[in-house]
DNA sequence: ACCTGAACACCGTTCAAGT
DNA sequence: ACCTGAACACCGTTCAAGT
């Protein structure tokens, strides 16, 4: 934490770049969320005048396109395609998730943000060569890729946007919600007095993974080309679940 | 457009209520988007001082919720729970869609925010009511009504985000960002190459569309009843495709 | 009880001036 | 070429004063 100084002296020539202000702003607004990101802020914690990051950034949206592409960057680490497409997919959305979990306050900036960077292109192209690899083609390959990647952008954005705005609100518990449904009046909502203790034992990594259980049983159900591997996919897929329901084709 | 008032007298008393500050902010917001959205612009616009609103909201928070609220009613505007589950939730799942785009700047302000309020309570109690009806029962009930809630929010949010952030740009064109794989370098990036025609060519709507229809197919699957209709579940699901699975069971 | 308006502590951004 | 700091036009919110 070296947001502020009693001193501060002028700053050597180029020692702000684009990499590093993009770093500071992560790390601030992973401490402090997002009411803590503001120009003053970053110009403290940079050392720096406030105004000095706009020598490197336009605006402070080019800077957020900035700072989605460090995630972006992040998901990419340890992220290898391989010849299972369900595999490849999965291993995208959840890596996805995980970061935008990671860093929230940040993530909530970044949700569906196209940053047009090179991370970006990459993951792109992985998640199109998976698409291929099932075989589909042309506009129907075009079709799927969008979906997968939606999915993973916007459930990784939305689950961020919560756990953001949840510890802004420092309820922190983030079953809380559904808790409230406990008390409900079974006359008026009759389905929810049903299932009212249900409720709130459901977690967002179990829905997660049941949606993406879902899309990619159903790409698999249309895809003309089953994957190559020969065991489960991951901790919601069960071997007998998921790879028997390809093995139809 | 009574926005601004040369000569501004007293208010009456009661003149200012919940409802009509939370209509006139999602009035502003279609029309000026989120950057006009700020308490002086909503003052002038109720024709009040902008510190007039404190005294029925407690902050602008609290107001976002009032319009989230506002949406949620519109939502539930000629939405009839069916019989047939699978019907009920792809309506709702695209009315909810349907408004969030009506709406976007309001939109992508209420994205993933709980009003708990009687809308609220309404459409969940009538996804559990398909969730219920499509023989689910306890946790297994209230995971698949969180997933298909979740899936509902997400989409209508993120696609309501980026149509708002779209009309602040001045790009309006949906599929703009989709040209630029266009001309992307088959070396770097052969899969994007592959599909560069046809990456432009898909519609928000048909991958929403394709989603949704993957996740029903999915959870139809799965679900011990099928549902008791006997055509089509709209625009993208055609009877043999959708009815014929679920007959399986 | 409800609306007003001055005041406060912030914002993002611009631009002429420094080094 | 890069960083500074005063300045500008905004923010959301508080609170004592009006009616």
Redesign the interface.
């Known amino acids: 934490m070296s947001e502020s100084r009693a001193e501060r002296s002028r700053l050597p020539r180029g020692s702000l770049t684009k990499r590093t202000i993009a770093e500071t702003s992560l790390r601030l607004l992973d401490e402090h969320g997002v009411a803590a990101f503001s120009m003053a802020r970053l110009g403290r914690a940079l050392g720096a005048d406030q105004t000095a990051v706009y020598r490197h950034f336009s605006d402070k949206d080019d800077l957020i396109l900035a700072i989605a592409d460090l995630l972006l960057e992040e998901v990419l680490v340890g992220f290898v395609p391989v010849s299972c497409w369900w595999q490849t997919v999965a291993d995208f959305s959840r890596r996805m998730r995980s970061v935008y979990k990671l860093h929230p306050a940040a993530g909530s900036l970044a ?4 940053t ?1 960077g090179p991370n970006e ?2 993951l ?3 998640l ?2 998976a698409t ?1 690899s099932a075989g589909f083609e ?2 129907e ?7 997968v990647a ?2 993973a ?3 990784a ?2 689950h961020a ?2 756990l953001s ?1 949840d510890s802004e609100h420092q309820m922190s518990d983030e079953a809380s ?1 559904t808790r ?2 406990a008390i ?1 009046d079974p006359v ?5 007095a ?2 009212r203790q ?2 709130g ?2 977690g967002f990594d ?2 997660f993974e ?2 993406l ?3 990619l ?3 698999a ?1 249309r895809a003309p080309n089953p994957c190559r591997c020969d065991e489960g996919h991951g901790p919601a897929a069960s071997p007998d679940d998921a790879c028997a329901r390809r093995s139809r084709h």
């Open positions: 949700a569906i943000r196209i047009r292109m990459r792109v192209d992985a199109l060569a291929l042309g506009r390959a075009a079709l799927y890729y969008r979906v939606d999915f952008m916007y459930w954005g939305s946007t919560y705005l919600w409230e449904y409900v008026a909502y009759p389905n929810t049903i299932v249900d409720l034992e459901v179990e829905i049941t949606a259980e879902l899309l049983s159903g790409i159900d």
